[in-house]
């Protein structure tokens, strides 16, 4: 089972992002569905700090990755 949740309060220490206070979007079945609905989301509103976890995950862990953007071949 997989949740969405939306950071409320959070912050940034080294790599790691602390997410301090976090509300329920809903709850999913499988990935794929909970993913969609991300999108969704996202899509409506960029500023919005989503998450997917999953509850088999005893504590969360969000690492920081610098976006290097989409490659095409030429």
């Not at 079945?29 to 509103?45: D, I, V």
Request: net charge neutral.
């Amino acid at each position: 089972m997989c949740v969405l949740v939306e950071a409320i309060k959070s912050e940034t220490r080294g790599k790691e992002r602390i997410i301090e206070e976090m509300s329920l979007i809903d709850d999913f079945e499988n990935g794929n569905a909970a993913w969609k609905e991300y999108k969704k989301l996202h899509a409506e509103n960029q500023s919005r700090e989503l998450y997917i976890f999953h509850t088999n995950n005893k504590e969360i862990k969000v690492i920081e990755q610098p976006y290097i953007g989409v490659r095409r071949r030429v």
